[in-house]
């Protein structure tokens, strides 16, 4: 058994954090509901350029938080007898801080391996197929619907989707196994039979 986990809004709330940046330095206030997948594809000026702010920050990133129940939850998937893998979409600037901070707040001797992806090279949602192929995976949790979505079209994988306001929009044409959770910890007791 082996599961692919992602960070951002799975692990840690990172775009609240990123709200808490934009929302410091925009002429308006960003809500963490009005963060549509169309929202967050627009580019919107006084919005974007400080999300990539933070983004190319390490230092920003490091000061991420964890979900309260993120480690206890990962611990017991670990513990179920799951071999776990991080799959990181992060840039490239951010990989050394993130294993960083999967060790600081606990995570990594509960973790196999941990996945970086080549921007310049891979899309999030194919590098984590690849990911899920060359590794066997057979569960896995995101936050993004086109990464679940293609992780459940190789058949065989219960995937499951952190709900997020970003991925709320009915997408059609899933196949496969998707259940929509309120939470990585949700997702682990239903897996788990909890």
């Known amino acids: 058994m082996v599961a692919l986990v992602d960070i951002d809004d799975t692990l840690t709330p990172a775009q609240k954090h990123i709200l808490e940046h934009v929302n410091s330095r925009a002429a308006r206030h960003f809500t963490f509901e009005e963060m549509t997948w169309q929202f967050r594809e627009e580019k919107i000026a006084g919005y974007d350029e400080y999300v990539q702010e933070v983004l190319g920050s390490p230092e920003l990133v490091r000061e991420y938080l964890p979900y309260g129940f993120a480690l206890p939850a990962l611990e017991r998937l670990a513990a179920a007898g799951y071999e776990v893998h991080i799959a990181s979409s992060r840039k490239e600037a951010l990989h050394a801080v993130t294993e960083e901070w999967l060790r600081q707040h606990g995570f990594m001797p509960h973790v196999h391996k941990v996945h970086r992806r080549l921007a310049r090279v891979e899309k ?11 590794y066997g995976i057979t569960v896995a949790f ?4 086109s990464v679940v979505e293609k992780l459940a079209q190789l058949g065989g994988i219960k995937v499951y989707l952190i709900d997020k306001p970003w991925n709320r929009e009915d997408f059609e044409g899933a196949k496969g196994e998707i259940v929509r959770v309120p939470s990585f910890a949700a997702a682990v007791d239903d897996l788990l039979g909890s």
């Open 142 to 145: 995101d936050d993004t619907h």
């Open 124 to 134: 999030g949602a194919d590098f984590k197929v690849k990911v899920a192929k060359e």
